[in-house]
């Protein structure tokens, strides 16, 4: 038999094959368990049913400083607002993979440029940075404007909106995995949509975020705080909900 006529065979059998499966029971391919429990989905500003949610509007209770004191940031207008000099601010609750939502906004009265210009930060367990900053017709470097994992990766697009506007970040990220050893047996990824917009699109985090310098893992417990950064701009944020995910 020739290769031509052995490839026709083959594929008269595979066509065979297919229209008796077609021709077969459809049950057969139905999958019935398990069932994807419910979550209802949130009108207009409202989190998913299953959100944990990390501010409404009314007080900073979930959120401390690092030494565990109380939140200094000021709350006003179902938003609150970075304190200058007052520290970062940490979530009192401590998460791993998760589903964020964070709606951020920075100063209508544009001061300073580049990297002094509306600049905090979303750490996902305190250590990798989303970051917030004003890059509306404000040129700096790429892999540190708004959207960018910092000093990492740059964002697909700058989808910034005008200063003193508020924003919005929809993040899904896994987190790194250790082995028994302290090792790293696999990285963290991040997706980030901003006002919509995909611009962080599954994305290997290379370590913890740091100024200067290459990014490496250090070991840590699987959940563990968020924080948004005191830079020393009056940057607002409200709405703020996650909902945490599973393997």
Same mark, same amino acid.
């Given at each position: 038999?020739?290769?031509?006529?052995?490839? @026709?065979?083959?594929?008269?059998?595979?066509?065979?094959?297919?229209?008796?499966?077609?021709?077969?029971?459809? #049950?057969?391919?139905?999958?019935?368990?398990?069932?994807?429990?419910?979550? %209802?989905?949130?009108?207009?500003?409202?989190?998913?049913?299953?959100?944990?949610?990390?501010?409404? !509007?009314?007080?900073?209770?979930?959120?401390?400083? $690092?030494?565990?004191?109380?939140?200094?940031?000021?709350? &006003?207008?179902?938003?609150?607002?970075?304190? #200058? !000099?007052?520290?970062? @601010?940490?979530?009192?609750?401590?998460?791993?993979?998760?589903?964020?939502?964070?709606?951020?906004?920075?100063?209508?009265?544009?001061?300073?440029?580049? $990297?002094?210009?509306?600049?905090?930060?979303?750490?996902? $367990?305190?250590?990798?940075?989303?970051?917030?900053?004003?890059?509306?017709?404000?040129? %700096?470097?790429?892999?540190?404007?708004?959207?960018?994992?910092? #000093?990492?990766?740059?964002?697909?697009?700058?989808?910034?909106? #005008?200063?003193?506007?508020?924003?919005?970040? +929809?993040?899904?990220?896994?987190?790194?995995?250790?082995?028994? +050893?302290?090792?790293? /047996?696999? /990285?963290?990824?991040? %997706?980030?949509?901003?006002?919509?917009?995909?611009?962080?699109?599954?994305?290997?985090?290379?370590? &913890?975020?740091?100024?200067? !310098?290459?990014? %490496?893992?250090?070991?840590?417990?699987?959940?563990?705080?968020?924080?948004?950064?005191?830079?020393?701009?009056?940057?607002?944020?409200?709405?703020?909900?996650?909902?945490?995910?599973?393997?």
């Amino acid at each position: 038999m020739t290769t031509f006529s052995r490839v @026709l065979l083959a594929a008269v059998l595979v066509g065979h094959v297919l229209a008796h499966a077609q021709r077969g029971d459809p #049950k057969l391919t139905e999958v019935w368990q398990p069932v994807p429990r419910v979550v %209802t989905p949130g009108t207009n500003a409202a989190p998913p049913s299953d959100a944990v949610v990390l501010f409404a !509007g009314a007080d900073l209770s979930g959120w401390q400083h $690092q030494d565990g004191s109380r939140a200094k940031w000021t709350v &006003s207008d179902a938003a609150f607002t970075v304190a #200058k !000099g007052t520290g970062d @601010l940490y979530t009192v609750r401590a998460f791993g993979d998760c589903q964020l939502h964070v709606e951020w906004r920075t100063p209508a009265q544009v001061a300073g440029d580049g $990297q002094d210009r509306g600049n905090s930060g979303v750490y996902l $367990q305190s250590r990798y940075e989303l970051q917030v900053l004003d890059s509306y017709n404000n040129p %700096t470097y790429s892999n540190g404007q708004a959207a960018s994992i910092y #000093k990492q990766h740059i964002p697909l697009v700058n989808a910034s909106r #005008k200063p003193g506007e508020w924003q919005t970040y +929809d993040v899904v990220f896994r987190g790194p995995r250790f082995k028994d +050893d302290g090792s790293l /047996a696999r /990285a963290a990824y991040i %997706t980030v949509l901003h006002n919509g917009v995909l611009v962080q699109d599954h994305a290997e985090i290379k370590g &913890s975020t740091v100024f200067i !310098g290459s990014p %490496t893992y250090q070991r840590h417990y699987p959940k563990e705080p968020l924080m948004l950064q005191d830079h020393g701009s009056a940057v607002s944020y409200r709405n703020i909900w996650i909902r945490e995910l599973g393997d």
